[in-house]
């Protein structure tokens, strides 16, 4: 069924529920907090992992295309852009989730080449990386797979659960095959067994 540009704007404008609503907000500032304080440690920390100066890097780009992605979902969501400025905006937040997914993977090879990184700075040695800038990025990217495997595993279980829901009722469609000419809407089974 195609659904006219009428309803689906009658559908986005329906309330959510408040609980809903609240738990959104609170995540999503949960994660605003946490992308802000990952562009504050790679800027402040910027050069202080020689042995990997990519992190501080990662830090901060990962952080910045977060918030922007953040940022530019809820304009598209509560201010109601319409025409081509919504589809560049939604154009935008596809393909800065594309780059942040590979940005990802990304700090992920750059953080754990290193594991477990030398903390101290000793005279000339290039072999360390601050140990706030080091743990704070090791806890980002393990948030993340962890999220990005739960996700994974909430999907599938979510197939499994369509596909045996598909089944049974095909499977109960089949066993109570509805006749129309049958009185009061019996099975043919049961007209069979008091025939």
């Not at 907000?25 to 402040?44: E, H, K, P, Q, S």
């Not at 560049?88 to 990184?117: D, E």
């Amino acid at each position: 069924m195609i659904r006219s540009s009428e309803q689906t704007l009658k559908m986005e404008s329906q309330p959510q529920h408040p609980v809903l609503t609240a738990i959104g907000v609170v995540v999503n500032i949960i994660i605003l907090m946490v992308m802000i304080t990952a562009i504050g440690f790679g800027i402040r920390h910027f050069n202080n992992c020689p042995v990997q100066p990519c992190i501080p890097i990662y830090l901060t780009v990962a952080g910045v295309s977060t918030t922007i992605c953040i940022v530019l979902s809820h304009c598209i969501k509560y201010s109601r852009l319409q025409g081509t400025v919504s589809i560049l905006c939604s154009s935008l937040i596809t393909v800065l989730y594309l780059f942040n997914f590979g940005w990802f993977i990304s700090g992920t090879v750059w953080v754990f080449a290193i594991y477990p990184p030398n903390y101290l700075p000793s005279t000339g040695d290039v072999g360390y990386c601050q140990k706030t800038v080091y743990q704070f990025a090791l806890f980002l990217i393990s948030l993340w797979w962890l999220l990005w495997i739960g996700m994974l595993i909430g999907g599938i279980c979510f197939l499994f659960f369509i596909c045996a829901m598909s089944v049974k009722t095909r499977h109960l469609s089949r066993m109570y095959k509805y006749n129309h000419n049958a009185p009061y809407g019996a099975t043919d089974d049961l007209q069979g067994n008091s025939a």
